[in-house]
């Protein structure tokens, strides 16, 4: 069992940047992949970025490729998602999941474990 909490969301200006964080309990969290995902009022749930297990594989979606980048400290039990550039759209409910498998993914239903989420709102 892995609980998930979620940090570092607010209100900035486009351009601006944020840094989120996850923390992790539990003694297995090196063993879990782990993703950032986000949710738009009245939208699906949509991947963000990805990170292996061991931290030597990342994947992103194209719409946040070259300004967000995901990291993670085993030894902390946290993950991060550092956002740069930040857009209006970029307007969401973030949250981090933990997959068992280790294994990355962008599908919501193959990560076993949710964050409450944190809410990121850009303004113009």
């Known amino acids: 069992q892995v609980q998930l909490v979620e940090s570092g969301g607010g209100l900035v200006q486009a351009g601006g940047s944020l840094r989120l964080s996850c923390a992790a309990s539990?003694?297995?969290?090196?063993?879990?992949?782990m993703g950032w995902f986000r949710q738009a009022p009245g939208k699906e749930r949509e991947f963000v970025a990805a990170?292996?297990?061991?931290?030597?594989?990342?994947t992103y979606a194209d719409s946040v490729k070259g300004r967000f980048t995901i990291s993670r400290d085993n030894a902390k039990n946290t993950v991060y998602l550092q956002m740069n550039s930040l857009e209006p759209e970029d307007t969401a409910v973030y949250y981090c999941?933990?997959?068992?498998?280790?294994?990355?993914?962008?599908?919501?239903?193959?990560?076993?474990?949710w964050g409450q989420g944190t809410q990121v709102t850009v303004s113009s």
């Open positions: 990170i292996k297990w061991n931290g030597s594989r990342t």
């Open positions: 999941a933990a997959a068992e498998t280790g294994h990355m993914d962008y599908l919501p239903r193959e990560y076993d474990y």
């Open positions: 539990g003694r297995t969290f090196s063993r879990y992949a």
